[in-house]
């Protein structure tokens, strides 16, 4: 069964937070909308930051982000199974201890976004951009889909996501033919 999304335009999301509504389930927030040049963008963001978000977080399960502007987003213990983020530039972002299952960050911007303890089980890495970010103690990154196609530079990590990366990385397709 296809569930039909909500549009939402991000103005309107970004105001839903600011008047401490939490649950954006199934939502579709305008393509390629500009969240981080909106004038009330960092007011969200401290916002978020004085809420008790590992209590009650933000829940985006299933809703739509494609190719949004967020850089700097702070969604810490988000409930984000299934939310898809093509091609969304999300540099910085705080995605902690988040749950990210099933996500889509196919061809992503993920510089220096922080995932440390995010769930990542069946999350598509295909073409993202993780340089620089945070994937220290992530669980579940041997079951993330397109790993090996993600791209990493200086990505921090440790000795047991390094392996799986390693691994991944073995697999990588040096060529991709294209129609």
């Known amino acids: 069964m296809v569930t039909r999304l909500k549009d939402m335009g991000g103005r309107e999301f970004i105001s839903k937070i600011l008047a401490g509504e939490k649950d954006f389930s199934g939502i579709r927030i305008e393509k ?8 009330i963008f960092e007011e ?11 209590i009650n977080p933000i829940i985006i399960r299933d809703s739509e982000f494609r190719y949004i502007k967020a850089a700097g ?34 061809r992503a911007d993920l510089w220096r976004a922080d995932f440390w303890r995010a769930d990542l089980k069946g ?4 073409r993202a951009d ?3 970010a945070n994937l220290v103690n992530v669980r579940n990154l041997e079951g993330s889909v397109n790993l090996g196609r993600a791209f990493f ?4 990590v440790r000795a047991r996501e390094k392996e799986i990366i390693e691994e991944a990385l073995k697999t990588r397709p040096l060529f991709e033919i294209v129609p």
């Open 123 to 126: 999350t598509n890495l295909g």
């Open 153 to 156: 530079f200086k990505t921090r």
């Open 73 to 106: 987003l702070y969604l810490p213990y988000t409930q984000g199974v299934g939310a898809n983020f093509e091609g969304a530039n999300l540099g910085g972002a705080d995605f902690k201890e988040a749950n990210l299952g099933g996500a889509d960050f196919w």
């Open 44 to 54: 969200m963001k401290r916002y978020l930051c004085g809420e008790r978000l590992h």
């Open 32 to 39: 390629g909308f500009d969240l981080h040049g909106y004038e």
């Open 130 to 132: 993780l340089g620089r």
